[in-house]
């Protein structure tokens, strides 16, 4: 039997982004974070408009896509 294993650890599969672009990402989200807070803080009205009227809005379509995805792949498994 070769090396490859059905059901590798988390350390055996191959990165789909370099840990440069996550390292990127994970600051952007941050300084998006504390922006949020801070436009909260300082214009309430404006932080409040873009709390429920984008970041919300863009949280809930990832959560619904995830959960058809999800809904999909379930209802296609052949049984053995």
Not at 4 to 23: C, D, E, H, M, S
Not at 50 to 66: D, F, H
Request: net charge positive.
């Amino acid at each position: 039997m070769s090396g490859v294993t059905a059901f590798p650890n988390y350390t055996q599969i191959p990165a789909r982004l370099p840990i440069g672009a996550w390292q990127a990402l994970r600051a952007l989200s941050l300084l998006g974070a504390i922006g949020l807070a801070v436009a909260l803080v300082v214009a309430p009205d404006d932080g409040l408009y873009v709390l429920w009227r984008i970041v919300i809005p863009a949280l809930a379509t990832g959560i619904r896509a995830n959960r058809e995805r999800k809904r999909i792949s379930t209802v296609h498994e052949v049984a053995p």
